[in-house]
């Protein structure tokens, strides 16, 4: 089975297409083909509360391009999502309609809450996560979802519009850093033996330029040194320096600051980062749902 995943956030779409495939009581997933577009909605939508023109008319030109993908490579089922920036525009109904229109394609704009969650059940079905009191942290261009999870229950979650995007603008407020600090500081610091589990193109981009084996866990001191240095560049600098696509030399500074923050106000020095994000959980979120249906109808047969 062939299954396509394209996830909207706030500075680029992606399509993910996969293959999916049983042995041995297991399911095998095998990437056919990821393809990432900086199409940057969250500068339009933060700084103005819509998204004008230019983008509106990039994000068609980029879907009706992920169409043609889906169709060659025969893509059985697929789902789009749409998160921050779409969820924060006022005019996502009529983007939705013309994408649907020009494409065929429907986007489905999720709240934090799903977004959370098809990140963390993705990281849990991969048995990415070892521990049994994690905090799971995505930073995204337009919000920061943080979600604390014991003994794979969910025992509080929080959205921040905290992001990338919104930090390069100047549009996350005080009350929204104080709100986060206070979560953090109360709720989650006297935890013992917390694990927080990081989600997202930076961190994971982050972890990449560390060098560090997969599966161990990245530093704060490193995070802070690189935030040091970067954070002095410009944007040219950083590309050249760190051989960075313009999009990500962008927003990885603020990335690194809110990871900062995080980690100091849970009181914690260190973070795994799974090399897994939002098109992958669609994609496995899919296929769970399409073996539930076919499950249902065969106790109905």
């Known amino acids: 089975m062939i299954l396509g995943a394209i996830d909207i956030g706030s500075n680029a779409a992606r399509l993910l ?160 850093w104080n709100r986060m600090k206070e979560f953090l500081k109360q709720q989650v610091r006297p935890i013992e033996g917390l694990q927080i589990i990081g989600s997202g193109g930076n961190i994971n981009k982050v972890f990449s330029m560390s060098k560090i084996k997969e599966g161990k866990a990245l530093s704060a001191s490193f995070i802070k040194k690189l935030h040091q240095s970067m954070h002095t560049l410009t944007l040219s600098e950083r590309m050249v320096t760190y051989n960075l696509r313009e999009d990500r030399a962008a927003v990885i500074v603020p990335a690194l600051h809110i990871y900062i923050h995080i980690l100091k106000w849970s009181g914690q020095t260190e973070i795994f980062v799974p090399k897994i994000g939002l098109a992958d959980g669609i994609i496995k979120k899919l296929h769970h749902d399409l073996e539930k249906i076919a499950l249902s109808s065969q106790k109905t047969n």
């Open 17 to 176: 297409i996969a293959e999916v495939h049983s042995h041995e009581n297991k399911t095998h997933y095998t990437k056919l083909n990821l393809l990432r577009i900086p199409i940057r909605l969250g500068f339009d939508v933060f700084e103005h509360g819509r998204i004008r023109r230019e983008k509106t008319r990039l994000l068609v030109k980029t879907m009706k391009a992920f169409k043609l993908l889906l169709d060659l490579y025969e893509v059985e089922h697929f789902r789009i999502c749409a998160t921050s920036a779409m969820r924060d525009a006022t005019n996502a109904r009529e983007i939705i309609r013309r994408v649907k229109i020009s494409s065929g394609l429907k986007i489905e704009v999720i709240s934090g809450t799903e977004e959370a969650n098809i990140l963390y059940e993705n990281h849990l079905s991969a048995n990415l996560i070892s521990g049994s009191t994690q905090l799971f942290v995505d930073v995204g261009g337009g919000s920061t979802e943080i979600t604390l999870y014991i003994d794979n229950q969910v025992v509080q979650k929080e959205s921040f519009n905290i992001g990338t995007i919104r930090l390069l603008q100047d549009h996350s407020p005080d009350s929204e």
